[in-house]
């Protein structure tokens, strides 16, 4: 039996192509959504979580001490202003359910932040 050619002009780049027949009618055209997209369901209105503070800890690399633990951003920046350099200690933010370190940048911006020692009157 014999097989019918026909030019297929729907190739990508080069041209068209000579392909027998029967590939040709056996393809799904083009431009017909081959499935249909589901439907997308309404997302559900959720409560605005009120978010707590972040609790930071300090720690001096050098002795291991705690300078501060469990405060708050203000006194995290407090317990830095004494501290000689950055890299003398390690900032840790408590972050789902465990002490998460602070990369580089938070701990550089945390540096460039820090207040004064409180004076203990």
């Given at each position: 039996m014999a097989r019918i050619w026909?030019?297929?002009t729907e190739t990508k780049g080069t041209g068209a192509e000579m392909v027998p027949l029967?590939?040709?009618l056996?393809?799904?055209r083009?431009?017909?959504?081959r499935l249909a997209a589901p439907k997308r369901?309404?997302?559900?209105a959720k409560p605005a979580a009120t978010r707590e503070p972040r609790r930071f800890k300090v720690i001096d690399?050098?002795?291991?001490?705690?300078?501060?633990?469990?405060?708050g951003a203000r006194d995290a920046l407090h317990a830095l202003g004494d501290v000689r350099s950055s890299v003398d200690v390690q900032v840790y933010v408590w972050d789902a359910d465990r002490w998460r370190l602070l990369t580089l940048a938070e701990q550089r911006t945390?540096?460039?932040?820090?207040?004064?020692?409180?004076?203990?009157?």
């Open positions: 026909v030019l297929d029967d590939t040709v056996k393809k799904p083009r431009d017909e959504p369901k309404a997302p559900e690399v050098t002795t291991r001490a705690v300078l501060a633990e469990d405060v945390m540096w460039e932040r820090r207040l004064p020692v409180r004076s203990s009157r």
